[in-house]
């Protein structure tokens, strides 16, 4: 999975210079949703936070686009037992969930100041847990899962160089919880039976520069 990822990276950033008229760069922040995690004998959270992130992207004429990405959030992801309600993994629920992703886009280009734009796209979450154990003991996991993303917005131009961008977005990783978030609990891992994907709908905005290639 990880080398299919690197072939796809690998790919976009040969033949996206050759097919750009437009290079944009946008930096961005905004809110991601709570998210519900269920499992047979437990459940937890990925809790709302703030994220923040990059985006470098080729745009032709036509408004295909292509994206790499690269987007954090640092949030809690408690778990509970079922029968008690009991928090199952406490003083170790820190987690830094970052994702990087290869998306394809595509510009509507009616309006050469608003241009809505859809798109999806894949790559991988690395998800970085970190805390203390029962005895104080600090500690640091990570582990990269699969992803995929799916957007729409719109690109407002103040100019032909600066303009904003509002968004609405899905991230999901899949088969995720169990591994990254919750394993190596110190004891609590092992109410963790299965796996489970994610899902975090979010709101974001940022400020995007393009440069057209001359």
Not at 167 to 178: D, E, H, L, W, Y
Not at 192 to 204: H, L
Request: charged share 15%.
């Amino acid at each position: 999975m990880k080398k299919g990822i690197i072939v796809i990276f690998g790919c976009l950033l040969i033949s996206g210079p050759m097919m750009a008229q437009t290079f944009s760069i946008t930096g961005f922040g905004g809110y991601t949703f709570q998210d519900k995690v269920n499992f047979s004998n437990a459940y937890g959270y990925i809790n709302a936070g703030g994220h923040w992130g990059l985006s470098l992207e080729g745009i032709n004429r036509e408004g295909h686009a292509f994206e790499i990405l690269y987007q954090q959030q640092n949030t809690h992801a408690p778990l509970y037992d079922y029968g008690s309600g009991f928090k199952l993994n406490p003083e170790k629920d820190n987690v830094a969930l970052s994702y990087i992703m290869a998306n394809a886009l595509h510009y509507m280009m009616y309006n050469p100041r608003v241009q809505p734009y859809g798109g999806l796209g894949i790559g991988a979450a690395i998800i970085k847990s970190d805390g203390k154990d029962l005895i104080g003991t600090p500690y640091s996991e990570s582990s990269t899962k699969f992803a995929w993303d799916a957007k729409l917005g719109v690109k407002i131009k103040a100019g032909d160089v600066v303009g904003i961008k509002l968004q609405a977005q899905i991230f999901s990783v899949v088969q995720a919880a169990g591994a990254g978030f919750y394993g190596g609990t110190g004891g609590s891992g092992a109410y963790v039976s299965s796996y489970s994907s994610i899902y975090q709908f979010a709101f974001t905005g940022g400020l995007c520069f393009d440069f057209a290639k001359k």
